[in-house]
């Protein structure tokens, strides 16, 4: 326990630096922002943003790049209640409830009570990170090449699991990103791989350009293809701080709906986002009139909301204790550290604990900060709703060029960054989606390492995965989840979950 609290306030003390604090304000501004403004996303925001974090210490850029990624989930809510649009793919279930309170005219009630169960969320999340900080790096240190590479497959197997859509095409996409990370040059060989003669190509495929063409680019060609319709409520927002009555319907959902979405956002494979959805059942299951849910029952709203902030703060769990990203925004936190130089995992907290703890109480900061710029400036966001698309995505697609051209000063980067923009669009089209396959990128590199580790001690061996009893445990885990996925009974009721 003195452990813990020592560690916070070495945290505290890191965060509350005038850049920090700053830097997790505009973090969190930021992250409201695109949570409000419907078809960007938290994903295409830290991977325009990434080029800006080069001249900025490490600690300040995961500080801010995190607040985008919490941020957007307040800020999400707020349109899913007021226009019936999720600003992002947590929030859709936020809309059923959410927009009917806003119809009846308490939608200020909705916003103070999805604002409040976000905060007490957050704040729980944020003391089982650090409560469990500690003894996974511990866990962690205990793995060796082998383990890691288990872990990894493991890892890829639940994205394949948890990825919407077909079985099939997430597979196919994990092996895309897995080959898009071997392009390059090799690390013992020192032979260009897969360049196809392109000198440009000899580094690897840049992490940037790749993640702001799949999700930056391509999200606005995919957006601009739709038909602009808002359904802004038209009635006053009303009061925001909710009645006694709102508070007791609220609690129990806000309490069971934290504890199931830090428990989902902890899995890899983007668990984060099945928090909501299961949060939403299980408070219909267990309602007295289930009949209440979809006109208006703030239970849908609170719980749903609660899972949400704890999900996306527990996803940076397995990011900073085992470097094993769970979602494609983690993969893009993977992609911030190592343009500074820092390798995720274990070693994150012995070798940068001011980092690791800093983050850590920053989102404790970035949680109160989103309560005090949530609720009041909501008459603001509510404005904001209303800038047409048409200006609104010309200026982000100009952000983008310049900030991709700023990284290298290169007219090529610009262009590969189109190019992955158009691949990005062309696979949504043909229902792929594109988060596996920039996990596969991102752990490729690593698991080609460890792959390469774990045979040399060995002596060329493939046994040494089955020798070790860890190594052996997550590659049975990883076996069952796909076989499991793959049964036509549990791929239909798969389909089901996620048409719903």
């Known amino acids: 326990m003195d452990t ?239 009645g006694w009555q709102d508070i007791k319907d609220s609690a129990m959902p806000v309490l069971r709906g934290t504890g199931i979405g830090a428990i989902l956002g902890i899995l890899p494979g983007n668990g984060a986002v099945l928090g909501p959805f299961a949060s939403y059942t299980i408070e219909k299951k267990i309602a007295k009139d289930p009949s209440r849910f979809g006109k208006g ?9 609660a899972a949400n902030n704890a999900g996306a703060q527990t996803a940076f769990i397995p990011l900073l204790t085992l470097g094993i990203p769970p979602n494609a925004v983690m993969a893009l936190m993977v992609g911030a550290m190592t343009i500074h130089g820092i390798i995720p995992g274990p070693q994150v907290m012995t070798k940068n604990p001011e980092l690791f703890w800093g983050m850590v109480a920053s989102m404790w900061i970035g949680n109160l900060m989103l309560l005090i710029i949530n609720l009041p400036l909501v008459g603001i966001w509510v404005r904001l709703l209303k800038v047409p698309y048409r200006l609104l995505f010309p200026a982000i697609l100009i952000f983008c060029c310049i900030g991709i051209y700023s990284i290298n000063n290169s007219v090529s980067d610009v262009l590969g960054t189109a190019f992955f923009g158009f691949i990005g669009f062309t696979l949504i089209k043909f229902g792929f989606e594109p988060a596996p396959m920039l996990l596969g990128f991102v752990l490729g590199k690593l698991m080609e390492e460890k792959l390469r580790q774990a045979l040399i001690i060995s002596r060329g061996s493939f046994e040494t995965f089955i020798d070790r009893p860890i190594s052996l445990g997550l590659l049975v885990v990883a076996v069952i989840l796909l076989v499991l996925a793959l049964l036509p009974s549990i791929q239909k009721g798969r389909d089901e979950v996620f048409t719903e």
């Open 4 to 242: 813990i609290i020592g560690n916070l306030a070495l945290g505290f003390n890191t965060a509350m630096s005038l850049q920090n604090l700053g830097l997790c304000f505009i973090g969190c501004l930021v992250g409201t922002l695109i949570g409000v403004l419907p078809g960007v996303g938290p994903i295409a925001t830290i991977a325009m943003l990434l080029p800006i974090t080069f001249g900025i210490d490490p600690t300040g850029a995961l500080i801010m790049l995190a607040g985008i990624y919490y941020g957007a989930q307040y800020g999400g809510s707020t349109t899913a209640i007021l226009v019936n649009i999720p600003g992002e793919a947590t929030s859709v279930v936020t809309t059923l409830d959410g927009h009917q309170m806003a119809k009846q005219g308490r939608a200020g009630v909705a916003l103070g009570v999805a604002a409040i169960g976000s905060f007490f969320a957050g704040t729980v999340a944020t003391i089982v990170i650090a409560a469990l900080g500690l003894p996974l790096t511990k866990l962690a240190l205990l793995f060796g090449p082998a383990e890691y590479f288990s872990l990894m497959v493991m890892g890829l197997v639940c994205a394949i699991v948890l990825a919407r859509g077909s079985i099939v095409k997430a597979i196919a996409m994990i092996v895309f990103g897995l080959l898009l990370s071997t392009v390059g040059t090799d690390l013992e060989t020192g032979e260009d791989r897969m360049t196809m003669g392109i000198a440009e190509l000899s580094d690897g495929v840049d992490f940037a350009v790749l993640a702001m063409g799949i999700f930056g680019f391509a999200e606005i060609i995919r957006n601009l293809e739709n038909v602009e319709t808002r359904d802004v409520v038209r009635n006053k927002i009303g009061r925001l701080l909710p």
């Open 297 to 305: 029952a703030i239970e849908g709203v609170a719980g749903p909301e």
